[in-house]
């Protein structure tokens, strides 16, 4: 069992930056692909970066990519998201997952209870 818990979101105007964090309580995070996905009102739950255990394979939305990068730190069994040049599309709910392997692929199983982002013009 896998428990999530994100932190570091918030209100910020276009073109700002935010840090987003996911701790995460399992023993063997360090064996988890980990990543991010976010929900905005309206809209159905996309997919926006994935990272793998080692962080030698990392995975971006199109959306995303360029502005936002992920990361983690298996010591602090934590996974962050760093989001620079946001813009009021970016403003979802953003959610943690982790799973043993690509998150854009298959619904992982485990979730976090999601962190507000909100983008302002």
């Known amino acids: 069992q896998v428990q999530l818990v994100e932190s570091g979101g918030g209100l910020v105007q276009a073109g700002g930056s935010l840090r987003l964090s996911c701790a995460a309580s399992?023993?063997?995070?360090?064996?988890?692909?980990m990543g991010w996905f976010r929900q905005a009102p309206g809209k159905e739950r996309e997919f926006v970066a994935d990272?793998?255990?080692?962080?030698?394979?990392?995975d971006y939305a199109d959306s995303v990519k360029g502005r936002f990068t992920i990361s983690r730190d298996n010591a602090k069994n934590t996974v962050y998201l760093q989001m620079n040049s946001l813009k009021p599309e970016d403003t979802a709910v953003y959610y943690c997952?982790?799973?043993?392997?690509?998150?854009?692929?298959?619904?992982?199983?485990?979730w976090g209870q999601g962190t507000q982002v909100t983008v302002s013009s």
């Open positions: 997952a982790a799973d043993h392997g690509s998150l854009r692929t298959m619904t992982p199983p485990y």
């Open positions: 399992a023993r063997t995070f360090s064996k988890y692909t």
């Open positions: 990272q793998n255990w080692s962080g030698s394979r990392t």
